[in-house]
C-alpha cells in the first residue's frame, strides 16, 4: 500500500523527494492554537510495526536485564508521525539508567551520582514520573557537564522513536538560520534587512501597508505584526496551490492587516517562523530542506528523524518535526557550547547569544529571542537562568548555563503540564555545590 509522504525523513532515501501534507494548510500555520498543528493524515499501520521487545523491567533495578533502552522493532520511516505516535502502546514498566549507554551517536555519557546530581533525588521523581504524578511524561534526560548522566523513558517513550516536537521546530529553524550566517550565506547585519528584500517572486504591489518593512529579526522575534482573520486564512486555505513556494508569504502579507511601524505587538504565531524558513530557502545553496539536513542535522550526526513538508513545499517552521529525546539533548549541547558542536563552530557564537537572548519579555518575566524562550526557574530563595526550547504536549529542552545542566522532557500531556515549574524544584538542588 502507497501511504502519502507527509513527512521526511533521512534514513529512508525512498521518501527523499518533496512532499506536502496539503491537509495541514495555511490557516493552521496563521492564528490557530498549538492545537491545530497536531493534526495530520492517518496512517493505516501494521500492529507488527510497534511489536516490542522489551524483556523484564525492574523499576528497583533501574535497567532491563540486558540493560538496553527500550525501543520500537522493524521501525520505518512511514511509522513516524504525531498521528501514529498515539498508537505506540506504553511501556509495561518504566526504563530508569542512572548509567547511559553510549550509543555511538556523538553523545558522552557518565553516571549520575559519580558525575553530578543526586541520585536518589533524581530516582525519587523518576518513580513519581513513572507513577503518573507530573502528567504523561514519555522521557527525562539529564545531562551534566557535557556528559548524558541518566535516561529514562515511560509509556510511549522509545530510545529510536522521534518524538513530535511542535514548537521547537522553531528553535530548530533559528539555529538553522545560524547555520546559513556561520557559512557565510548572511550576515549578522543582514538580518535587520527586510523579509522580502530576499524573495524576489512576491508581487510588491498586492501588499499591505507596512510589509515592506518587516525584518528578519522582527519576524524571528515574533514581531512582524502580521495579523489575517480566521475567515480569510479559510478562504484561503482551500486554494493550497497560490501558497506553494513564495505564494505562501505572499498571501500573508497581501491579506494581512495593515502593519504597523515598528515597534510592534508580539503576537505568536505560525507566519513569522514560515518567513524565516523563506529567508533560509532563499539564501541557501540548494533547497532549505538539502541545507537543513546536510549542514544542521547531519553535521550533528542526527538521522533518525522526521520533518512535515509545509504547504509551501518547504520543510514546516512553526512545528511538525520529530526528534529522538538523544537528538533533542544535542540542539541543547549545540546551544550550550555557543554554537560549537565538537570542534567545529556551526552556529556563530554572537547568533547564540542573540537567539537566547531576553529581546521580548511579557508581564510575567518569561522572554523570547529568535524562537527560543528564556525565563528564571524559582528554587528556594533563588531563581535559575533557563534557556529553553518548548513545545505544545510538554516537549522541553531545558538549559540551566549555570550549573552546566540540561534537561531533556518529551510527553503528550493536552497542555504544556507542570514540568516546565516542578523540574527545576525537584532537580536543580542536587546539582548544587554543598
Request: hydrophobic share 35%; glycine share 8%; proline share 5%.
Given at each position: 500500500m502507497t501511504r502519502p509522504p507527509s513527512w521526511r525523513h533521512a534514513s529512508f532515501p525512498d521518501y527523499a523527494q518533496k512532499a506536502s501534507l496539503r491537509l495541514t494548510s495555511f490557516v493552521t500555520l496563521s492564528s490557530l492554537a498549538p492545537t491545530d498543528f497536531m493534526r495530520k493524515t492517518p496512517f493505516t499501520l501494521c500492529a507488527t510495526a510497534f511489536a516490542c521487545s522489551f524483556g523484564a523491567l525492574n523499576l528497583l533495578a533501574e535497567t532491563q536485564a540486558n540493560g538496553l533502552a527500550p525501543e520500537v522493532t522493524d521501525l520505518n520511516a512511514e511509522d513516524v508521525s504525531y498521528t501514529l505516535e498515539k498508537n505506540l502502546p506504553d511501556l509495561k514498566k518504566p526504563f530508569l539508567n542512572a548509567a547511559p549507554g553510549d550509543r555511538k551517536d556523538g553523545i558522552p555519557v557518565g553516571e549520575l551520582g559519580a558525575d553530578g546530581g543526586d541520585r536518589e533525588a533524581v530516582l525519587a521523581f523518576a518513580d513519581e514520573i513513572a507513577?503518573?504524578?507530573?502528567?504523561?511524561?514519555?522521557?527525562?534526560?539529564?545531562?551534566?557537564?557535557?556528559?548524558?548522566?541518566?535516561?529514562?523513558?515511560?509509556?510511549?517513550?522509545?530510545?529510536?522513536?522521534?518524538?513530535?516536537?511542535?514548537?521547537?521546530?522553531?528553535?530548530?529553524?533559528?539555529?538553522?538560520?545560524?547555520?546559513?550566517?556561520?557559512?557565510?550565506?548572511?550576515?549578522?547585519?543582514?538580518?535587520?534587512?527586510?523579509?522580502?528584500?530576499?524573495?524576489?517572486?512576491?508581487?510588491?504591489?498586492?501588499?499591505?501597508?507596512?510589509?515592506?518593512?518587516?525584518?528578519?529579526?522582527?519576524?524571528?522575534?515574533?514581531?512582524?505584526?502580521?495579523?489575517?482573520?480566521?475567515?480569510?486564512?479559510?478562504?484561503?486555505?482551500?486554494?493550497?496551490?497560490?501558497?506553494?513556494?513564495?505564494?505562501?508569504?505572499?498571501?500573508?502579507?497581501?491579506?494581512?492587516?495593515?502593519?504597523?511601524?515598528?515597534?510592534?505587538?508580539?503576537?505568536?504565531?505560525?507566519?513569522?517562523?514560515?518567513?524565516?524558513?523563506?529567508?533560509?530557502?532563499?539564501?541557501?545553496?540548494?533547497?532549505?530542506?538539502?541545507?537543513?539536513?546536510?549542514?544542521?542535522?547531519?553535521?550533528?550526526?542526527?538521522?533518525?528523524?522526521?520533518?512535515q513538508d509545509d504547504v509551501s513545499g518547504l520543510p514546516k517552521s512553526a512545528a511538525g518535526s520529530s526528534m529522538r529525546s538523544r537528538d533533542m539533548l544535542k540542539w541543547g549541547l549545540l546551544v550550550m557550547n555557543d554554537g560549537k558542536w565538537k570542534d567545529e563552530q556551526l552556529v556563530p557564537a554572537a547568533f547564540v547569544e542573540q537567539a537566547t537572548s531576553r529581546i521580548h519579555t511579557n508581564p510575567q518575566g518569561t522572554s523570547y529571542g529568535y524562537f527560543w524562550w528564556r525565563h528564571d526557574a524559582p528554587v528556594g530563595n533563588k531563581t535559575y537562568d533557563c534557556m529553553s526550547g518548548r513545545g505544545a504536549g510538554g516537549q522541553f529542552i531545558l538549559m540551566f548555563p549555570e550549573l552546566d545542566l540540561i534537561a531533556i522532557v518529551t510527553a503528550h500531556n493536552k497542555g504544556m503540564g507542570k514540568m516546565l515549574k516542578t523540574l527545576p524544584q525537584r532537580i536543580i538542588p542536587g546539582f548544587l555545590s554543598p
Open positions: 507513577a503518573g504524578d507530573h502528567g504523561e511524561i514519555d522521557s527525562f534526560l539529564l545531562c551534566h557537564k557535557g556528559k548524558l548522566i541518566f535516561e529514562s523513558y515511560y509509556r510511549r517513550g522509545r530510545v529510536n522513536y522521534p518524538h513530535y516536537q511542535m514548537s521547537i521546530t522553531k528553535s530548530y529553524t533559528a539555529m538553522t538560520m545560524g547555520r546559513a550566517i556561520e557559512m557565510g550565506y548572511l550576515t549578522m547585519e543582514d538580518l535587520n534587512r527586510p523579509v522580502i528584500s530576499y524573495l524576489d517572486e512576491i508581487d510588491r504591489s498586492q501588499l499591505v501597508e507596512g510589509a515592506t518593512e518587516i525584518t528578519v529579526a522582527e519576524a524571528m522575534n515574533m514581531h512582524s505584526g502580521v495579523r489575517i482573520k480566521n475567515e480569510k486564512a479559510a478562504e484561503l486555505m482551500k486554494v493550497p496551490g497560490l501558497l506553494e513556494g513564495q505564494g505562501q508569504i505572499q498571501a500573508y502579507l497581501s491579506h494581512s492587516a495593515p502593519i504597523p511601524p515598528s515597534p510592534r505587538e508580539y503576537k505568536y504565531q505560525g507566519s513569522d517562523p514560515s518567513m524565516t524558513m523563506q529567508v533560509i530557502e532563499a539564501v541557501v545553496p540548494g533547497t532549505a530542506r538539502e541545507f537543513l539536513e546536510k549542514e544542521v542535522l547531519g553535521k550533528m550526526g542526527i538521522r533518525n528523524f522526521a520533518w
